[in-house]
């Protein structure tokens, strides 16, 4: 079965470094997602993606972060300089689209630790 | 705006007890409203879903119907496994309007055998 995938499992950085994670969304798929989960809250929506520009983003969306889909298969979230309350975990996902009722996929998510 | 509450966990069970983990919802529109349950070291996968109200979305022995009445989408389970100790969370899409997810907090569940 097609999954969503997320690289790497595990990122540990220096607070002002930048980081860059990627996801590979289900093959078919035309919009694509960040959330995140900061330990013990809840899951957050950050960012939608469809037809190679931002559909919506939240307030935590700020100028530090960025979503870019440099080929045809990658989806990258960057945050340009880390802060600490940047530590979280971090999910993406894929929906095919063309209905009202599809289905989000995510994957497995990537835990980022800012030092 | 819109948001989701569920019952704070862990919830610990014995193997064949049976499961309710409560749900609510705040909505302005008319949601579709799911449950994605994590196991360790995995994703989130979707467990079930509804998309209107009265529907009951059913899968791997859970259900949950959808209650405009009470907003509500408690998970129920008649008898639980070892194998259903997972993070499972309550959430809701609006896709009218847009088509991010609302999640609750998660329930973290563990069944003792």
């Known amino acids: 079965e097609p999954e969503v995938t997320q690289t790497p499992s595990h990122q540990v950085t220096q607070m002002g470094q930048e980081v860059i994670l990627r996801c590979v969304p289900i093959?078919?798929?035309?919009?694509f997602y960040w959330y995140r989960q900061i330990l013990g809250q809840k899951v957050e929506f950050l960012v939608s993606?469809?037809?190679?520009?931002?559909?919506?983003k939240s307030e935590i969306f700020d100028d530090q972060f960025s979503v870019e889909r440099p080929d045809g298969s990658n989806f990258t979230l960057k945050i340009r300089s880390t802060k600490l309350e940047d530590s979280a975990m971090y999910f993406c996902?894929?929906?095919?689209?063309?209905?009202?009722?599809?289905?989000?996929?995510f994957g497995p998510g990537t835990r980022l630790t800012v030092l | 705006g819109d948001s989701v509450t569920q019952m704070e966990g862990p919830v610990t069970l014995s193997e064949e007890a049976f499961l309710t983990i409560n749900c609510t919802y705040t909505?302005?529109?008319?949601?579709?409203l799911f449950w994605y349950v994590q196991y360790p070291g995995e994703g989130l996968q979707l467990l079930l879903k509804?998309?209107?109200?009265?529907d009951k979305g059913s899968n791997k022995g859970f259900e949950a119907t959808y209650r405009k009445e009470t907003t509500s989408f408690h998970l129920e389970k008649g008898s639980v496994q070892v194998s259903d100790s997972a993070v499972y969370f309550c959430?809701?899409?609006?896709?009218?309007?847009?088509?991010?997810?609302?999640f609750g907090k998660g329930t973290r569940l563990h069944i003792l055998p």
């Open positions: 996902a894929s929906r095919a689209g063309g209905g009202s009722t599809d289905t989000q996929y």
């Open positions: 959430a809701l899409s609006d896709l009218v309007r847009d088509d991010k997810i609302i």
């Open positions: 909505a302005t529109g008319y949601p579709s």
């Open positions: 509804a998309t209107k109200a009265d």
């Open positions: 993606f469809y037809n190679n520009e931002i559909s919506e």
């Open positions: 093959s078919n798929h035309l919009y």
